[in-house]
């Protein structure tokens, strides 16, 4: 699944992102736990009252025993909040069934002794009426003798339920048999369904459970929902579709809910004339089915899938058209959108093409299913989901017009059809066996989404974005104390939800990035493709991964060794380098941002502790400017030495940023680099340059370099004329210029980021050609411009956008979020709603999409304030939508407390919108409260959320509060210097 992100509108409008922490578990536990046995009723009710008897002492305990710390970021009491903000102790579970009686499996995971072999589904979606009749029929297996099973079931009616034993006829049963069913318990908030039985089930004997369930099409954007579009004649147009990751199969039809329970799957679809029906795989057979309420149904039978996890089903019912490619290996690869939204589906169609060649080629692996149907779905919370056969995309994921779509846009759409498509081999053809390993599908696609791109736009310089986009995201992160390890337990729907953020993403890619430059491409491609072959429609956990690699690598490096110092520990190292004439002294600790707060405060606590004994296997990579080539030094976990020539000037570490750890040097090492990017800075490659801007803002964040650190270093960006440098300098001013908005240096910074931007700014021109990275930059840094009040920029935008308004003027699509802004930002009511008009009537996903983003910035709180109040209204704002308005106004100085008191206002309503156990609410929290840097700010979020159950979005609100106490803290030290710098240097 590839999320969808919120894009900064360009200079100080910005979101950051955060996600959390999660204590880890042995592996053993989730593979061989033994579940609960059946046991009698009376029995049952002894044991609930002896462990409500321990909890209410354990509880007394702790009342008692009182918090242990001071520390205000961290999840416990500060001494300056009262007791009645903390948050409630989460109460103990106890299963009970709809009827009242106590449920007798009391564990997330389903029993591990029942193996699906087969289901056959028939469905029937009434699009008029939203009723959802179905049959499922399950083919199983039981690997002990046993009386009972368990399955899933959520927010579904079951009407009829039997259990029929396929065994040869014995004196204990006949074939086709139907099994008395003596108890049959649903449990709606463990999502289970238990079934006893008055005989055994005996091993290795075929088994049939058969239920029948009626259920209702919502529009959760979860499970099997009800989505629309309004098509050219303004007709409202109503189509059904799926969307099971990680855990909705269930509320579509009862099943075995966990990827490791693979099976086959045939499925039958009724529909009306007027729709067509898509699968995972082709349809076999369509039959007339009568009439129903009036209406003629035809049956469509689809062939049956290969063996694969329930999260990957996927159907639609819809009234598209499709155009259609084949492969080299003549594989069908079609693309499915409204008629009138068909003609941007053609550089899909020829990205996922070539990419499918590329991906048989590269993983030497040929694609398994004779279609790979690509669907446009108008409502859909994710930015697309890689069903096998059949990947369904957001609109803007999937569609580009070369006439109408920005640059970035289409390299979106680009990236997002190579990551699901990755996904076909890794992730569908191997899947991981259980949730805490989804890194290795979310991890590898998301690299892999870039090594493909790259391949087939070798112009774009996808790897030097890589750095941008995946590893100085994830760095940001994983600096949290409330970060998380990339391999993480997890049990329930919540805690799976939660782990589908920038750790398991773009951490896992950036790791997987390193591990390629030191195993080396052809030995990760030979891997791969042995570790597909051996695991081909199974499972797989991390460590299978790493088995493949050190094998392939003849054992010269133990790959699980390394990696797992990676993956099972949350954070990455620090590594500190000092000289003493030609000896480098390289150090390693874990880089934690709270460190130095902690340290001001005078706080010691177990994450403090966690950090001195932290440590990894790093390759550490450098050149000097006397050595050119990349120079390599294993730190085993421990520090080194190593010489280099004694005339050297200067040494840059962690070539290309390729290594996910941070660099800082000895002050004289860092005026060496300073001066060095000063004289020329081409001497340093662009990853590099963007490497360094990133690394010492950052280490200035954490408090271990002084504020003119990297002022000083910022000076080289007047001579910049690269992407990859100017996104990542302008990432770090924006960050700095919302936590600075309260204070006495606010205006002279932006007076000085508006320096610094002036001459690329006026060098790069208002010609919308050149290669992609420099439309790429000349959108945000001409948008930064228009932000910055750049006079020169400003008076060149102003009379495009009335020449837009008043005389339909065209105006170049990479140029639009430029002139857009401008006409927003300077302009009034009039300009407004001329966009908001534009963004209703637009039929291009894209151009919707960029209207939503800069109606954020205007500079009237009246029409700020109007804008957040369209997103009660899903037929004004969709709901996928939300976010990224709650982040443009948040962003904009303008807005920034309106928004959060909007959401504060509506929080029920959004929760009743994407419900509490979606990671949606996390993000509403992050993109809103994280720029806070008062500590009357942290109060206020604080004590909003002191006794509410985030569900999946706890961790966020967690990492949202951390970050809000570093700002503070950030802040508060570095006001004074940046001032005095900055007075300094306007003079």
């Known amino acids: 699944m590839s999320d969808q992100d919120v894009d900064d509108v360009a200079f100080l409008t910005g979101a950051t992102c955060c996600a959390g922490e999660s204590q880890s578990i042995h592996k053993r536990s989730l593979y061989e ?17 002896g462990v409500f008897a321990v909890l209410f002492i354990v509880s007394v305990v702790l009342a008692t025993a009182g918090p242990q710390t001071d520390c205000p970021c961290l999840g416990v009491k500060p001494a300056d909040i009262d007791e009645e903000d903390m948050p409630l102790p989460p109460s103990p579970k106890i299963p009970i069934a709809t009827n009242n009686e106590l449920f007798p499996w009391n564990n997330p995971r389903l029993p591990t002794f029942i193996r699906p072999m087969r289901y056959k589904i028939n469905i029937h979606p009434n699009l008029t009426t939203l009723d959802v009749k179905g049959q499922v029929t399950i083919d199983f297996q039981v690997e002990k003798e046993t009386n009972f099973i368990v399955f899933h079931s959520k927010n579904l009616t079951l009407t009829e339920k039997h259990l029929i034993s396929n065994a040869l006829p014995t004196s ?14 649903e449990y709606p908030s463990g999502q289970q369904v238990y079934m006893e039985l008055k005989e055994k089930l005996r091993k290795k004997v075929n088994y049939t459970l058969v239920v029948r369930f009626n259920s209702r099409l919502g529009r959760d954007l979860e499970g099997f929902y009800l989505s629309s579009y309004v098509n050219k004649q303004g007709e409202t147009k109503f189509l059904a579709t799926t969307h099971f990751e990680p855990t909705y199969a269930r509320s579509a039809f009862p099943c075995f809910d966990e990827p490791h329970l693979k099976a086959r799957f045939r499925m039958s679809i009724f529909r009306d004339r007027f729709h067509i029906a898509l699968f995972n795989t082709p349809i076999a057979n369509t039959e007339d089915a009568g009439f129903y309420m009036g209406t003629g149904l035809l049956r469509d039978d689809f062939e049956e899938s290969v063996e694969m996890s329930t999260y990957l089903v996927a159907f639609v019912i819809c009234d598209y058209k499709s155009i259609m490619q084949h ?92 990551h699901e498509l990755a996904h076909q081999w890794f992730g569908n053809l191997v899947t991981m066996k259980w949730w805490n390993d989804l890194w290795l599908n979310e991890g590898f696609a998301s690299f892999l989404e870039y090594l493909g791109v790259d391949h087939v736009m070798p112009d774009w310089r996808m790897m030097e974005q890589f750095i941008l986009d995946k590893t100085q995201p994830a760095l940001s992160l994983d600096a949290l104390a409330t970060s998380h390890p990339i391999s993480v337990q997890v049990g329930d729907p919540t805690e799976i939800e939660s782990i589908f953020d920038t750790i398991s993403y773009n951490k ?33 956990e991390t460590k299978d991964l790493w088995d493949v690699f050190s094998k392939h690598a003849n054992q010269s490096l133990e790959v699980k060794v390394i990696m797992d110092s990676w993956t099972n520990q949350m954070g990455f190292p620090l590594i500190n380098l000092t000289r003493e004439g030609d000896k480098i002294i390289a150090t390693q600790e874990r880089f934690l941002l709270t460190d130095i707060m902690n340290h001001d405060l005078n706080i010691t606590n177990s994450t403090s502790k966690e950090t001195s004994s932290a440590k990894w296997y790093v390759p550490l990579s450098y050149y000097t400017d006397k050595e050119k080539e990349a120079q390599y030094v294993w730190m085993n976990q421990t520090n080194v030495e190593f010489n280099i020539p004694e005339n ?122 050149g290669p992609h990275l420099k439309k790429l930059m000349r959108s945000d840094i001409l948008a930064s411009a228009i932000l910055a009040n750049v006079d020169s920029a400003v008076n060149e935008a102003k009379p495009k956008f009335r020449a837009w308004m008043e005389k339909s003027t065209r105006i170049p699509p990479n140029l639009r979020e430029v002139v857009y802004a401008a006409g927003i930002k300077y302009g009034g ?47 004004l704002i969709k709901p996928q939508d939300i976010k990224i308005v709650l982040a443009v106004v948040a962003a904009n100085p303008e807005g920034r407390l309106l928004s959060w008191r909007h959401l504060r206002a509506h929080w029920n309503h959004f929760q009743d919108t994407f419900g509490n156990n979606t990671f949606t609410m996390g993000g509403l929290v992050t993109a809103v409260t994280s720029h806070f840097a008062a500590e009357y700010d942290h109060k206020e979020v604080s004590h909003f959320f002191r006794r509410m159950d985030m569900g999946s979005g706890q961790r966020a609100l967690e990492q949202s509060l951390e970050t809000i106490m570093l700002n503070i803290h950030w802040v508060k030290h570095n006001d004074e210097p940046i001032f005095s710098w900055l007075k300094n240097y306007l003079r």
Not at 175 to 182: A, N, Q, S, V
Not at 519 to 535: A, F, K, T, V
Not at 833 to 849: G, L
């Open 648 to 769: 050297i000037v200067w040494l840059k570490a962690n070539v290309n940023q390729s290594g996910f750890y941070r660099v800082t040097y000895s002050e004289d090492m860092w005026m060496s680099i300073i001066a060095a990017l000063h004289k020329n800075h081409s001497i340093f490659s662009a990853a590099d340059r963007a490497s360094l801007i990133d690394d010492v803002f950052t280490l200035c964040r954490a408090g271990i370099l002084n504020a003119t650190v990297p002022l000083e270093l910022s000076l080289y960006l007047l001579k910049e004329r690269d992407y990859v440098p100017w996104a990542t300098a302008l990432e770090h001013f924006q960050s700095w210029a919302r936590r600075l908005a309260e204070s006495s240096s606010y205006r002279m910074f932006l007076e000085y980021t508006k320096r610094l931007i002036t001459p690329v700014s006026e060098s790069i021109g208002w010609e919308d050609t």
């Open 829 to 875: 009511v009039k300009e407004w709603e001329f966009c908001w008009d534009k963004y209703n009537k637009s039929r291009v996903p894209s151009e919707k999409k960029l209207l939503l983003k800069v109606l954020g910035v205007s500079s009237d709180p009246w029409l700020l304030q109007r804008y957040l109040q369209n997103t009660l209204n899903r037929d």
């Open 33 to 49: 736990h033994n579940g609960v046995a059946v046991c009698s009723q009376k029995r049952a009710l002894i044991i609930a009252c």
């Open 508 to 540: 896992g890619a950036s790791i997987l990035y390193m591990l390629e430059k030191f195993l080396h491409e052809e030995i990760m491609r030979s891997g791969l493709n042995d570790y597909l072959n051996m695991h081909m429609y199974s499972n797989a």
């Open 172 to 185: 204990l049963d006949r074939k086709g048999h139907r099994l008395p069913i003596t108890r049959f318990l």
């Open 327 to 418: 492969t080299s290996k003549n594989i069908t690869v079609s693309v499915y959108a409204p008629t009138g939204l068909l003609p941007q589906a053609n550089f899909a169609l020829s990205i996922a093409t070539q990419m499918m060649d590329h991906y048989e080629d590269y993983f030497g692996v040929p694609y398994p299913l004779p279609k790979q149907d690509l669907i446009a779905i108008p409502d859909f919370a994710a930015g697309a989901m890689e069903n096998w056969g059949l990947i369904t995309y957001r609109e803007t994921s999937i569609l580009y017009d070369p006439d109408e779509t920005s640059s970035a846009a289409k390299q979106w759409v680009a990236i997002v059809v190579a």
